[in-house]
């Protein structure tokens, strides 16, 4: 099992920057991937970002040079760096950890909202 705590949502304006936390715990070694996802109200819920047990990094078109994921192996930490935020932007925000069969493991989520 693997447990997923995320922090660091909240108000913003427009063109502002939030940075968002997800602890890590558990059964961390069966980890492929960890992500960040987001839904926003009568939409699907989309993968933003992600990043590899390698290193490697996977952006949506939508964020991609506004946001970064970034990861602290050493204090089992993942990011997710967020610059110019848009109205667009606004969504509950979900970490996600992959394992081999998908998936499989989700935060509470926490709400990003920007507006003026």
Known sequence: QVQLVESGGGLVQPGGSLRLSCAVSGSIFSINAMGWYRQAPGKERELVAGITSGGSTYYDDSVKGRFTISRDNAKNMVYLQMNNLKPEDT??????????????????????????
């Not at 394992?99 to 709400?111: D, S």
């Open 91 to 116: 969504a509950v925000y979900y970490c996600a950890a992959q394992e081999a069969g998908g998936w499989n493991y989700w935060g509470q989520g926490t709400q990003v909202t920007v507006s003026s």
